[in-house]
């Protein structure tokens, strides 16, 4: 089971790219990279997943070096509302294992 | 609108005495899942079902029990063998096990006392 670690907060300010990096170093052949973004009293909300090299939608872009250790969520220009708890994810259900959460990276954006 | 629905939000309830959260997905997912999570926490998965009829206990499964009769429906039941019961719970479902996004509920805050 890959165990993920993330900081533990960041500040930033509207406008600013902001990226946050994941470190997963014994992720597994099959394993997936997924984030997911959390505001206080709800549910996480999928933001990315990406398996190598670059993925981007509408609200991120997700690198992944080729070794895949590690992975940068990209956050272009933030705004207040972006202010919100962070969650990498490695690995799915199957074969035994679990999808665990870690605390995340807690994200401030100041105006 | 597809989505998942956690009811009630809020639940309170007195020691010793056993509380059923509800969980409803009308997306057609055959994975659901419980989390646990407490202030400042991460999520912790209590259970996991893969397919109807079927379930796992996750990393925290004691004290709780599930069900799975129907596939848009997965009930957890919070027992008074729960030495710890007040807490965010969220429930989850995805199209499949494997590498599938999670799609959350937004929570049933439960409060013991």
């Known amino acids: 089971l890959a165990k993920t670690t993330q900081p533990i907060s960041m500040d930033s300010y509207e406008g600013q790219e902001v990226n946050i990096t994941c470190s997963h170093n014994?992720?597994?052949?099959?394993?997936?990279i997924t984030w997911y973004q959390q505001f206080p009293s709800q549910g996480p909300r999928f933001i990315i997943q990406?398996?190598?090299t670059k993925v981007t939608n509408e609200v991120a872009s997700l690198f992944i070096p080729a070794d895949r250790k590690s992975s940068t969520l990209s956050l272009p220009r933030v705004s207040l509302s972006d202010t919100a708890v962070y969650y990498c994810l490695v690995g799915a259900l199957g074969a035994g294992t679990a999808l665990i959460f870690g605390k995340g990276t807690t994200l401030s954006v100041s105006s | 609108d597809g989505g998942i629905t956690q009811s009630p939000k809020y639940l309170f309830r007195k020691e010793g005495q056993n509380v059923t959260l509800s969980c409803e997905q009308n997306?057609?997912?055959?994975?659901m899942y419980w989390y646990r999570q407490d202030p400042g926490q991460g999520l912790r998965l209590i259970y996991y079902?893969?397919?109807?009829?079927?379930?796992q206990k996750g990393d925290i499964a004691e004290g709780y029990s599930v069900s799975r009769e129907k596939k848009e429906s997965f009930p957890l039941t919070v027992t008074s063998a729960q030495k710890n019961p007040t807490a965010f719970y969220l429930c989850?479902?995805?199209?499949?096990?494997?590498?599938?996004?999670?799609?959350f509920g937004n929570g049933t805050r439960l409060t013991v006392t």
């Open positions: 079902s893969q397919i109807v009829n079927d379930f």
């Open positions: 014994n992720i597994a052949t099959n394993d997936y």
């Open positions: 990406g398996y190598k």
């Open positions: 997306l057609n997912h055959d994975a």
């Open positions: 989850a479902s995805s199209i499949g096990p494997d590498n599938s996004p999670l799609h």
